[in-house]
């Protein structure tokens, strides 16, 4: 069995993700219950958004049976309160959304096209929720294995009628919307054509990457504002308190291919290091934070049909939460909202039997503790239509509870703002 033989499945059970992070977490279903007999929690000080980009049930599920086995439970799947969201963009083309669209009606509560960052269907830039956390007094951040300006974290702290002005997105974070902490990859974005960073340009794993910016050097600007700028584990781990920039990477911090033609994921830095420094630098703020924190890899691998590194990416995806969960657990003022924005793959998960075998499927994995095993099988190598969970603790986390549309995200925490 190929795959229970990788290194990184050595262990991949849900107490371990817990304990690699060095984590204690309080029973969720006690502390729901905890509240449903009255005791109170104060009200939301602090907000941590967390999107599985292309997450979706199936992949919940699959991960769960990877990870945790038939019994067990990822530890997003573990936060008491439960329900769904709808993805559906507005947009004349499609009624399958992108990370764009799925993101900007996050941020604004306002439906619009594919490719929008947080501007309406006519390109009127709208009020977000980055931009008004920050001007509410509170310290705001943002966490991703993908460029820290893709479309799911620039939604949240700019405006664009093209998610593809990354470096013009860049500009925004650090003359309008001014997040404290930004840690990720896309170094490229914030720097001219040939001027190389920490990470150099054509690199041999995608040639295709290098230094792009056409508005001017991004980092210089930067740090005359104030921020710390660093690239390696060890300088991340030295930063003091304050503004802090992270690049890690030159584009996504992995490179995302067919299993076995050159996919990568080994980010320099793990998301769950950098939703751990984030954490430390936000709550220093006694206004409070919002912090978004994201997988990217989850998407771009199941766009890919690559279900090996899929559930690598969640299980990563995992470890993060856990940080979150925990730092809510001992800060009772905190709200945790784990979900995604659409899903990828049309992922479903089969039986092993050799007659009912699709042409586009991978495996067979493990379910964790037993001898069963079990098949993903892709549908297409785009989104789907498909809804999405989203599970949540803290106060507030009661109203996430039923089907609503993804806009209703903006509406549970725009006021906390």
Do not use: C
Not at 16 to 23: E, M, N, V
């Amino acid at each position: 069995m190929l795959v229970r033989s990788a290194r990184w499945l050595a262990a991949p059970v849900v107490a371990g993700l817990i304990a690699a992070a060095g984590l204690i977490l309080i029973n969720p279903v006690t502390d729901a219950t905890a509240e449903q007999q009255g005791r109170s929690r104060p009200a939301a000080r602090n907000v941590i958004f967390i999107n599985g980009d292309g997450m979706a049930a199936a992949h919940r599920e699959a991960a769960r049976l990877f990870y945790a086995g038939l019994n067990g439970r990822l530890v997003m799947d573990q936060l008491p309160y439960s329900g769904q969201l709808t993805t559906s963009p507005d947009d004349p083309e499609t009624a399958i959304t992108d990370s764009a669209a799925g993101a900007s009606a996050w941020a604004t509560g306002v439906a619009t096209y594919n490719g929008a960052i947080s501007v309406d269907t006519d390109g009127n830039p709208l009020p977000t929720l980055g931009a008004q956390a920050k001007a509410a007094g509170k310290a705001t951040g943002l966490v991703t294995t993908a460029q820290v300006t893709d479309a799911s974290p620039a939604a949240f702290f700019s405006n664009a009628v093209d998610r593809a002005a990354q470096d013009d997105i860049a500009r925004q974070y650090l003359e309008r919307s001014k997040p404290d902490v930004i840690l990720g990859g896309g170094e490229d974005w914030w720097l001219p054509a040939g001027t190389p960073g920490a990470y150099p340009d054509q690199p041999a794993e995608d040639p295709a990457e290098g230094s792009r910016s056409t508005k001017g050097n991004l980092i210089n600007q930067a740090k005359a504002a104030g921020y710390q700028y660093v690239s390696t584990p060890r300088q991340l781990a030295a930063a003091r308190p304050g503004k802090l920039l992270g690049l890690f990477a030159n584009q996504e911090m992995f490179q995302q291919r067919v299993e076995g033609a050159g996919d990568i994921y080994s980010p320099v830095v793990s998301l769950s290091a950098m939703t751990k420094k984030a954490l430390e630098n936000l709550s220093a703020d006694r206004d409070g934070f919002f912090l978004l924190i994201e997988e990217e890899a989850v998407d771009e691998f199941a766009h890919n049909n690559n279900a090996r590194r899929t559930l690598q990416a969640m299980g990563e995806l995992d470890k993060a939460v856990a940080v979150a969960r925990a730092y809510a657990a001992n800060h009772r003022d905190t709200l945790v909202v784990v979900t995604g924005d659409h899903e990828t793959g049309g992922l479903a998960i089969e039986d092993v039997d050799a007659a009912d075998e699709s042409v586009d499927e991978d495996g067979p994995f493990p379910v964790h503790g037993t001898d069963f095993q079990f098949f993903v099988d892709w549908t297409t190598k785009s989104h789907t239509g498909q809804s999405v969970p989203v599970t949540a603790f803290g106060p507030g986390a009661e109203r996430f509870t039923g089907q609503h549309p993804n806009t209703y995200v903006h509406e549970i925490l725009q006021p906390l703002f």
